[in-house]
């Protein structure tokens, strides 16, 4: 019923900037939090950014400084701003959601299908 789709990765030089976007869709009335998460081979999904219902942030220390995590309440999507880009940013990035209420039920997480962002040297 309530799906996330990402959108925006792609292959980018060391020093430049991409923006992904993910969008909820399936009669929400509203979502608790909304984030992004990363995951390269052989290593765990990691939280990059979050953002709450109220608009508090937080941010990994790897990307203080670089990303910048926004949400329009209105679309129900997420945005993740990233700057500077590092070859350690490489990796595939999952939107997340928690706390979806929908006119039909409540959906404690939902997550996307991913994006690829890589980043060349």
């Known amino acids: 019923q309530v799906q996330l789709v990402e959108s925006g990765g792609g292959l980018v030089q060391a020093g430049g900037s991409l923006r992904l976007s993910c969008a909820a869709s399936?009669?929400?009335?509203?979502?608790?939090?909304m984030g992004w998460y990363r995951q390269t081979p052989g290593k765990q999904r990691e939280l990059v950014a979050a953002i709450t219902s109220g608009g508090l942030t937080n941010y990994a220390d790897s990307v203080k400084g670089r990303f910048t995590i926004s949400r329009d309440n209105a679309k129900n999507t997420v945005f993740l701003q990233m700057n500077s880009l590092k070859p350690e940013d490489t990796a595939v990035y999952y939107c997340?959601?928690?706390?979806?209420?929908?006119?039909?039920?409540?959906?404690?997480?939902?997550w996307g299908q991913g994006t690829l962002v890589t980043v060349s040297s």
């Open positions: 399936g009669n929400i009335r509203s979502i608790g939090a």
């Open positions: 997340n959601a928690e706390g979806v209420v929908t006119t039909r039920r409540r959906y404690s997480e939902v």
